[in-house]
């Protein structure tokens, strides 16, 4: 299947978890980034479509998109290499889980800068997603509006980029913890937000 879409507006929670899982039987062949790239062509013929694809600065972010996607492939298959010999490269989730919060929030100002106005509009079903394609005259408008819409929850979930940042810092890089008194004081003499 597909990535799934939450909330009852995509109308997916009668879908079983299963079938947004891989069969493991199937290799994959594409590494990571895989869906990075996909958007990356769709915006590329976007911008060919609505006549910015020689805006130098949009240019710039769609070949930096493509790179960062690029990037994500290839260190998939270094880890895969790496997990194959019974080795690790620390800090990779983390390092990965940071580049994919820049490339959804790159996609995000990417494809409303293509769009345009026209970016602040957004159809929460089919039906009204119809009307909008005809009403503007760009079947791609929902593709955009949803993709800017979800940029917000990669950089939260999963652990916050802050917080891959400090688990880098401190596992990967050997940097000190934070200094904070959890684990000397009980929980309810420990600073609270007033």
Not at 40 to 46: E, N
Not at 178 to 194: G, I
Request: charged share 20%; hydrophobic share 35%; proline share 7%.
């Amino acid at each position: 299947a597909s990535a799934p879409v939450p909330g009852t507006v995509a109308g997916q929670l009668d879908t079983r978890a299963g079938d947004y899982v891989r069969d493991p039987k199937k290799p994959s062949t594409t590494g990571g980034g895989a869906a990075f790239r996909d958007t990356a062509g769709a915006l590329i013929q976007m911008a060919k479509g609505a006549g910015k694809a020689d805006d130098p600065t949009i240019r710039q972010d769609l070949v930096r998109l493509y790179t960062l996607s690029q990037l994500g492939r290839i260190n998939n298959l270094r880890v895969k290499a790496a997990k194959a010999q019974g080795q690790d490269i620390p800090g990779m989730g983390n390092i990965a889980k940071l580049s994919m919060s820049d490339m959804v929030r790159l996609q995000r100002d990417l494809g409303l800068r293509i769009v345009g106005p026209s970016g602040m509009l957004h159809a929460y079903d089919s039906a009204s997603r119809t009307t909008l394609d005809e009403a503007t005259g760009n079947p791609f408008l929902g593709f955009v509006t949803e993709m800017a819409l979800f940029a917000q929850a990669p950089p939260i979930y999963g652990g916050t980029d802050q917080i891959q940042k400090n688990i880098m810092g401190e596992r990967v890089l050997g940097l000190p913890k934070e200094p904070n008194q959890d684990k000397v004081l009980p929980f309810s003499e420990l600073p609270k937000n007033t």
